[in-house]
């Protein structure tokens, strides 16, 4: 191999590599998406206007449609923690263990403490690590947590508040590590002097269903003033992020391998150059001009298909990788480069039919690169080449 053909064949192999490292990375957010953020949040939110104390009566209506897993009662709202003279403001949410399990995968991620140590009464809470962190706690720390609403009292008005058990640690690995607050419903009723919750929690069969199948439960219960959110309102739009930026940087990426395979082409313009008195005796034995044609293009093409399995077997290779090779790089330099992302590792996900895409559509480019040069060869008369010889 020339050296000419050397750096054409490096151009295709990186081009290819860095496409194949890309779409893997996209691959891994909408994976870690799906299975860490949707995992632990709601597919959808059923919403009254009014709290009511019988939840179960609803939730059992809620169920017998034939899409929903699984529901759960939760209480939400925002608050403010209070620990070692440092203040955040966090997520808080109300949760009934028991029922939780049907549409959340939070107690998967405790990596310190115990999720059933959420108790109504014992005024305990799970609280992500980065927060937990951030307030210098532990579990068995307490922390005082602050509500938004005000008590008015004989001095004025007082913000609410109470303080807390840290009972467990959880890590999902996104935004839920910072502010996220969980605590047993009861406390959470009790914390905000109502008697009946408002909002039912429901997981659904298929995740882009949910927006159908929240209207459709809410539009079937007796009352009326039923509302449903699903997680496309609350997250749709970094689903489609993802989506839009892994189209994007595919088209992208292409135009790179398609410059790495024009480089093939003037690679075999300089061999056609090179070999046009070689060319002209095979004329003269009798080779045709298409036989002639269909050898540089078989030799382009083999080129083409060279560069591009070294180029998906370094591109898997380093995709494979690159997860725990950025957590190492990550940690030792305290970077904290995906800190303010919703998922603040890199992920990577390899997929067979992206490996097929890129293999086809950077094999096309390849051919259609060879067209041209291997039209020249075809063309070239033995008269004209053997002149000068």
Not at 99 to 125: C, N, W
Not at 142 to 161: E, I, N, S
């Amino acid at each position: 191999m020339s050296s000419t053909t050397a750096i054409s064949v490096t151009g295709l192999v990186l081009g290819v590599a860095v496409l194949v490292i890309v779409l893997s990375i996209m691959n891994g957010f909408e994976r870690e998406l799906r299975q860490r953020v949707l995992g632990v949040l709601a597919h959808g939110v059923l919403s009254s206007g009014r709290p009511f104390e019988d939840w179960r009566d609803v939730a059992k209506q809620v169920e017998q449609h034939p899409e929903v897993i699984g529901t759960a009662p939760i209480e939400e709202g925002n608050a403010l923690v209070v620990a070692n003279a440092v203040v955040a403001g966090i997520q808080l949410a109300g949760i009934l263990p028991a029922a939780e399990l049907a549409v959340s995968k939070i107690p998967d991620y405790v990596i310190d403490g115990a999720f059933t140590s959420l108790e109504g009464g014992q005024f305990r809470m799970l609280i992500g690590v980065d927060l937990a962190q951030r307030l210098g706690v532990v579990v068995g720390d307490r922390v005082t947590l602050v509500l938004p609403d005000a008590k008015m009292t004989l001095a004025g008005p007082q913000p609410r508040m109470r303080r807390f058990e840290v009972g467990g640690i959880f890590q999902v690995g996104s935004d839920a590590d910072k502010q996220q607050l969980y605590i047993h419903i009861e406390d959470a009723l009790k914390l905000g002097r109502k008697r009946g919750i408002s909002s039912i929690r429901i997981s659904v069969n298929d995740l882009f269903e949910a927006p159908r199948v929240m209207r459709e439960i809410a539009s079937s219960l007796p009352q009326e003033d039923w509302f449903g959110t699903s997680w496309l309102r609350r997250h749709g739009n970094l689903y489609d992020a993802i989506q839009t930026q892994k189209t994007t940087l595919f088209l992208l990426l292409l135009m790179l391998v398609a410059v790495a395979a024009f480089n093939i082409v003037s690679n075999l313009i300089l061999i056609v150059n090179e070999k046009k008195a070689d060319i002209a005796i095979l004329r003269t034995m009798g080779a045709s001009g298409r036989e002639i044609l269909q050898i540089f293009m078989y030799q382009g093409v083999l080129i083409g298909a060279g560069g591009i399995l070294l180029g998906i077997a370094i591109g898997s290779l380093v995709a494979t990788y690159i997860t725990p090779l950025y957590q190492f790089i990550d940690r030792s330099l305290g970077l904290g480069l995906m800190d303010e992302y919703f998922i603040h590792y890199l992920p990577s996900q390899i997929l067979i039919g992206d490996l097929l895409l890129i293999g086809l559509v950077s094999l096309g480019i390849c051919f259609l690169a060879t067209l041209y040069p291997a039209f020249i060869a075809g063309r070239t008369l033995p008269a004209e080449a053997l002149r000068y010889e």
